[in-house]
T-cell receptor, first 113, second 111 residues
Framework: AQSVTQLGSHVSVSEGALVLLRCNYS??????LFWYVQYPNQGLQLLLK??????LVKGINGFEAEFKKSETSFHLTKPSAHMSDAAEYFCAVSDAGANNLFFGTGTRLTVIP | DADVTQTPRNRITKTGKRIMLECSQTKGHDRMYWYRQDPGLGLRLIYY???????NKGEISDGYSVSRQAQAKFSLSLESAIPNQTALYFCATSDFGGVQHFGDGTRLSIL
């Protein structure tokens, strides 16, 4: 069985500050891990994914995430927040066969000018 | 044009009505999915289909049915709508690589 826990349903940061959104997963098999972003009135868009190989994954818009097996974590970071980063962010896990995605409950990011 | 198109984008209806939400895609993917999104609950899988002849229940299929009319079309039906089915519904597609591509959603309100 697979599941995802996102710590913090709301996160606020100042413009230019570090963004850190936390995600811990549970999986009985080697996981594929994803971060998606949802802007208002839109569907989800892929930010980045980890399947195998390098554990530090770079995505779009300056975001990156690091797969840490020992901590069962896949936290999302961005060095400097921009106003356009305000959105809801979802972490998701699937099995290596990439059959179905299991989503976390989401973290809403607010960027303060 | 969008790769994954959902119609309608918004729908208000009454308890007991039958409703169909439609999804079409131009990505050529075999796999299609229906999710519902509720505040604080994230996305939950309703049904999924890995090809035209394959239909599978997801986490919350009760009260819903689906039809895969073609590779490109996957519709979701609520046979007798009830207020707790008020939610934002998303269709998604994927290839075997696992990345899912989402439509813009249908906001459904049941009075």
């Amino acid at each position: 069985a697979q599941s995802v826990t996102q710590l913090g349903s709301h996160v606020s940061v100042s413009e230019g500050a570090l963004v850190l959104l936390r995600c811990n997963y549970s999986s009985s098999v080697p996981p594929y891990l994803f971060w998606y972003v949802q802007y208002p009135n839109q569907g989800l868009q892929l930010l980045l994914k980890y399947t195998t190989g390098a554990t530090l994954v770079k995505g779009i818009n300056g975001f990156e995430a690091e797969f840490k097996k020992s901590e069962t974590s896949f936290h999302l970071t961005k060095p400097s927040a921009h106003m356009s980063d305000a959105a809801e962010y979802f972490c998701a896990v699937s099995d290596a066969g990439a059959n179905n995605l299991f989503f976390g409950t989401g973290t809403r990011l607010t960027v303060i000018p | 044009d969008a790769d994954v198109t959902q119609t309608p984008r918004n729908r208000i209806t009454k308890t007991g009505k039958r409703i169909m939400l439609e999804c079409s895609q131009t990505k050529g993917h075999d796999r299609m999915y229906w999710y519902r999104q509720d505040p604080g609950l994230g996305l939950r899988l309703i049904y999924y289909s890995f090809d035209v002849k394959d239909i599978n229940k997801g986490e919350i299929s009760d009260g819903y049915s689906v039809s895969r009319q073609a590779q490109a079309k996957f519709s979701l039906s609520l046979e007798s709508a009830i207020p707790n089915q008020t939610a934002l519904y998303f269709c998604a597609t994927s290839d075997f690589g696992g990345v899912q591509h989402f439509g813009d959603g249908t906001r459904l309100s049941i009075l």
